[in-house]
């Protein structure tokens, strides 16, 4: 699955992208008909340690999963972001077979 990954405000490691990459990959054993997948890193000029924002967004047919987690490493809110969009996808997979 092709991946755009966006970083404002930094410029991300290619060890970083190739993680969510990874990271991603993995959401097509659960639902293969993924149209696209965005990923958005920014970097909060705040004070708190919790100043990195990962969001991610990823297309489907008919609809649209957004995702948007705020952690102290990317790594982190890659993680926990991905496992939400497990989730969503899951529960739509199971919404079409009920209709079915």
Partial sequence: ???NTQSVN???DRKLIDFIQKRMDKLELFYDKII??????KVENTSE?????FEVRVRVPGDS???KKQCKTFEE????AIASLERQ???K?????ARA
Wanted: net charge positive.
């Fill in 77 to 80: 809110g890659a993680d926990i």
């Fill in 65 to 67: 999963l957004v995702v």
């Fill in 49 to 53: 340690k919790e100043n990195k924002v």
């Fill in 89 to 91: 996808i899951k529960k």
């Fill in 10 to 12: 930094f410029t991300a």
């Fill in 1 to 3: 699955m092709k991946v």
């Fill in 93 to 97: 997979k199971q919404k079409l077979r």
């Fill in 36 to 41: 696209q997948s965005d990923v958005y890193l």
